[in-house]
């Protein structure tokens, strides 16, 4: 059954945050589509706390709350989610009572030790005590399965809810490691903040002062981090976060080995590390002025190109429409540029960017996606959003057209003097005889579309498994839908 595709007579034209013409999105889109994109923080439109007041009316509004729970899980094992996914979390603990089902899904929502802690920190603040039962058996059913590294890794000592907190809130069964966690004489683990602590403390360091102290101390905070790295024991996002220091130790052996690492298909896919994330990485190390730092960013540049190999190639015209207006600037419009350079470069697709006025983009397809992204960058205007002038410069049929966008179209167009992209559309598909597909990203999930559904298909999510389902749709139009139905709960 089609959830997201409506008949045309239930579409409804609203106003878009920046007082655009635009449609509304059904519930259920827009709650996966800021599932899948909001870190909870503030947006151009739209504060940190607006958002969060958002998404509790959306849970609250949507009477299939084991569908919100799907799509919680969904989230946060297949597109790397944390922060939305504890809220759904907390929020289905809230609303939602007596259902069989609860249970389970806050086993499967807790990937890692944290999420527990963070869950039952956020509950607790908003809603006080005593936590509901489903959610108190679900995590003890969680902490259960984990193994006494990842208890050790995630105590959470000294926040409001620690580790032991929830062990004793949830009394998990048949675990060990909890008990030992309890009377603390399970061993800490071996993460890099435990070992950089301990070269700290080395009491070699405590007959030694002034430049001979500092000497020392890197020399033993250089040996941890090559024990790390060699043993290949740091995690992927850790060693992201940790270049500027294995970089400050010099040591060629350790950040050829860090470099190896960070090009690791295998890490980078079971990592769930956005594709961002390796933007952030490269701008803290181009500040550095350090000889081996073109090492490091020669990795980056090539993980980054791993991270969106998965991209599939469609047959046909393409053309990809990368939103470069004001509300765009920063992270959003650096996932937008590396989606749209992911996408020219497996299908030969023609590129154009669009803020007051559109223009077509020539690059190198050959080129690294990090180059590419780089070169986009440059072209980044910042004014208005004008999305119909994109159909005024397509003068040929296209098979599909992308759009990467947050949706706050508000500048009219020029075009046959139509002011929303959607009429411009219908008359773009009059004038060259074509129908092609539109897919319509949703970069900031604001809840408004430039296009009624019916016409389009909606996507949200910034990591290639949104791809995956890109590939899905141009067969099924209800990808996105199956794919949160095909959670097991």
């Excluded at 905070?221 to 024991?233: N, Q």
């Excluded at 020219?344 to 990090?370: E, G, H, Q, V, W």
């Amino acid at each position: 059954m089609a959830r997201f595709n409506k008949p045309s007579s239930t579409v409804t034209r609203t106003t878009n945050l920046a007082g655009g013409p635009a449609f509304v999105e059904s519930p259920k889109l827009e709650l996966i589509s800021v599932l899948l994109t909001s870190f909870l923080q503030d947006k151009y439109y739209r504060s940190s706390k607006e958002e969060i007041q958002r998404i509790r009316d959306l849970i609250a509004a949507e009477k299939d709350k084991l569908w919100v729970a799907k799509a919680a899980i969904y989230a946060r094992n297949e597109h790397g989610m944390r922060s939305i996914s504890h809220l759904v979390g907390a929020e289905i603990a809230h609303q939602v009572k007596g259902e069989r089902w609860t249970r389970k899904f806050f086993d499967k929502l807790a990937r890692r030790p944290d999420d527990i802690t963070e869950m039952l920190a956020l509950y607790g603040t908003k809603y006080g005590k005593p936590f509901p039962n489903a959610m108190r058996d679900g995590f003890g059913m969680a902490l259960a399965r984990f193994d006494g590294y990842q208890l050790a890794k995630y105590k959470s000592d000294g926040k409001a809810v620690s580790l032991v907190d929830a062990i004793n809130i949830c009394h998990p069964r048949g675990s060990e490691y909890c008990g030992m966690l309890v009377k603390g004489t399970l061993p800490s683990a071996n993460t890099w903040e435990t070992k950089l602590t301990k070269a700290g403390e080395d009491e070699s360091l405590n007959a030694l002062s002034g430049t001979e102290r500092e000497e020392k101390l890197k020399e033993l905070k250089t040996d941890a981090w090559r024990k790390l790295v060699l043993s290949g024991k740091i995690g992927y996002f850790a060693l992201l976060r940790n270049l500027r220091n294995i970089l400050a130790s010099n040591d060629e052996d350790l950040i050829t080995s860090a470099s190896e690492l960070l090009t690791d298909k295998r890490l980078i896919k079971r990592s769930l590390v956005m594709p961002f994330r390796f933007l952030s990485a490269i701008e803290e190390v181009e500040k550095l002025q350090n000889v081996h730092a073109r090492t490091v960013l020669r990795a980056l540049s090539v993980a980054l190109d791993y991270s969106m190999d998965s991209v599939p190639k469609f047959e046909g015209k393409t053309l990809v429409a990368l939103d470069d207006s004001g509300s765009m600037a920063g992270r959003t419009f650096a996932i937008g540029a590396i989606f749209a350079i992911a996408l020219m470069k497996s299908s030969n697709a023609l590129l154009c960017m669009f803020s007051d006025r559109a223009r077509f983009i020539t690059l190198n397809p050959d080129d690294s996606t990090l180059g590419l992204v780089q070169r986009i960058n440059t072209q980044f205007r910042g004014h208005g959003t004008n999305m119909p002038a994109v159909f005024e410069v397509a003068t040929q049929p296209f098979d599909r057209i992308v759009i990467l966008s947050d949706m706050q179209t508000w500048m009219a167009g020029n075009f046959y003097g139509l002011r929303d992209a959607n009429s411009a559309f219908e008359r773009y598909k009059i004038t060259h005889k074509c129908n092609p597909r539109v897919y319509s990203f949703d970069l900031q999930g604001y809840g408004q579309l430039s296009f009624p559904e019916p016409n389009v298909f909606c996507l949200a999510g910034w990591s290639e498994k949104t791809f995956d389902v890109m590939r899905h749709l141009e067969t099924d139009r209800n990808a996105m839908i199956r794919a949160i139905d095909n959670v097991v709960i």
